[in-house]
């Protein structure tokens, strides 16, 4: 079984800075990719950055230049720092997963069970 948790979400002023941190725990192998994504009421869940066992990152148009995403291996965690947020920046957050478990051989998706993020003065 797998779990991600994760803390960081508020309340904050515009142009104000967040961290978001996701631990995953349980019985992980090799996770292959990280990622944020954010939803809000009636629209789909968007994906706001991304990060590859390489290293590799992806961000959404509305976030580069302000969000930074990092991971550490050693500790199968993902953060976000969120700088300069704007009031169209505030959603559920959610983390995200790609791994595999030991003694199963596909890859498989998790998710977080979301924090929430509101950007208003």
């Not at 976000?80 to 947020?85: D, E, F, P």
């Not at 790609?98 to 596909?106: D, E, K, T, W, Y």
Request: glycine fraction near 10%.
């Amino acid at each position: 079984q797998v779990q991600l948790v994760e803390s960081g979400g508020g309340l904050v002023q515009p142009g104000g800075s967040l961290r978001l941190s996701c631990t995953a725990s349980g019985n992980i192998f090799i996770i292959s990719a990280m990622a944020w994504y954010r939803q809000v009421p009636e629209k789909q869940r968007e994906l706001v950055a991304s990060i590859l066992s390489g290293g590799s990152t992806n961000y959404v148009d509305s976030v580069k230049g302000r969000f930074t995403i990092s991971r550490d291996s050693t500790k199968n965690t993902v953060t976000l720092q969120m700088n300069s947020l704007k009031p169209e920046d505030t959603a559920v957050y959610y983390c995200h997963a790609i791994l595999s478990s030991r003694g199963i051989a596909a890859y498989n998706a998790y998710w977080g069970q979301g924090t929430q993020v509101t950007v208003s003065a």
